[in-house]
C-alpha cells in the first residue's frame, strides 16, 4: 500500500467544521484513497473513497489535491459522536477494480469539545 | 439490510485452546477479510477469501487459519492460543474486493 501520513492528534469545537490532513505522494495513478474512522471498541466505519475528484457523502467531503499527493476529509458540522481515530488509507489496487488487505497506520485521533 | 456480523461477542480461552469465530457480511457481498487488533493498535490484516479460496495472506502464522461457505460466511480458527493472541478480531465484507465494510468484532481474551 501507498505510505500515508497523518497528524497524530487533531482537536475541534463542535458545530465546526473538522478538516483532517493525510500526505500520501506515493500514490500510483489508479489508486484510491480511503477514509475510515473508528469509535473507542467498536469496528471500522467507512467514510468515503476517491480517485481524483472530491467527493461528497452524507457523512464527509473528500478533497483531494491535483496531483493526487495529499487530500483532505472535512466532516462540515462536527458533533461529539464524531470522536474517533480516523484512518486515511490507499490501498494497493490488486488487479483490476479489486483491492485487497487494508494496511492501517496510526491514524488521527479527533477529539470534538463541546 | 443487515451489516457484517460476527459471533460471538465475547469469548475467554485458555492458553493451548482452539478458537472459532464467525463472521457473516453485507447482503451482496462475496468477499471476507480477516484483521487482527491488539489493544492501542490499528487493525493488522490476517487474510482474505474470496470465492471459497484464501486471496491474500498477512503476515501470520499458520495457527491462523480460515474458511469461506458457499453462502460467503466465513470462519477464522485460531490453534494453540497464545496470550498474545488476545485481541479484537475484525471481519470485513465487500463485492469483489471493493470497499469493505466491517463488523462490530470479537474481543477474544486468552488467560
Known amino acids: 500500500d501507498a505510505k500515508t501520513t497523518q497528524p497524530p492528534s487533531m482537536d475541534c469545537a463542535e458545530g465546526r467544521a473538522a478538516n483532517l490532513p493525510c500526505n500520501h505522494s506515493?500514490?500510483?495513478?489508479?489508486?484510491?484513497v480511503y477514509w475510515y474512522r473508528q469509535i473507542h471498541s467498536q469496528g471500522p466505519q467507512y467514510i468515503i473513497h476517491?480517485?481524483?475528484n472530491n467527493e461528497t457523502n452524507e457523512m464527509a467531503s473528500l478533497i483531494i489535491t491535483e496531483d493526487r499527493k495529499s487530500s483532505t476529509l472535512i466532516l462540515p458540522h462536527a458533533t461529539l459522536r464524531d470522536t474517533a481515530v480516523y484512518y486515511c488509507?490507499?490501498?494497493?489496487?490488486?488487479?483490476?477494480?479489486?483491492?485487497?488487505?487494508?494496511?492501517f497506520g496510526q491514524g488521527t485521533i479527533l477529539t470534538v469539545h463541546p | 439490510d443487515a451489516g457484517v456480523t460476527q459471533s460471538p461477542t465475547h469469548l475467554i480461552k485458555t492458553r493451548g485452546q482452539q478458537v472459532t469465530l464467525r463472521c457473516s457480511p453485507k447482503?451482496?457481498?462475496?468477499?471476507v477479510s480477516w484483521y487482527q487488533q491488539a489493544l492501542g493498535q490499528g487493525p493488522q490484516f490476517i487474510f482474505q477469501?474470496?470465492?471459497?479460496?484464501?486471496?491474500q495472506r498477512g503476515n501470520f502464522p499458520d495457527r491462523f487459519s480460515g474458511h469461506q461457505f458457499p453462502n460467503y460466511s466465513s470462519e477464522l480458527n485460531v490453534n494453540a492460543l497464545l496470550l498474545g493472541d488476545s485481541a479484537l478480531y475484525l471481519c470485513?465484507?465487500?463485492?469483489?474486493?471493493?470497499?469493505?465494510?466491517f463488523g462490530p468484532g470479537t474481543r477474544l481474551l486468552v488467560l
Open positions: 470485513a465484507s465487500s463485492r469483489r474486493m471493493i470497499t469493505q465494510y
Open positions: 506515493t500514490i500510483s495513478g489508479n489508486e484510491y
Open positions: 476517491g480517485l481524483k
Open positions: 488509507i490507499v490501498p494497493k489496487n490488486a488487479g483490476g477494480t479489486s483491492y485487497g488487505k487494508l494496511t
Open positions: 447482503s451482496g457481498h462475496d468477499t
Open positions: 477469501y474470496y470465492e471459497e479460496e484464501e486471496r
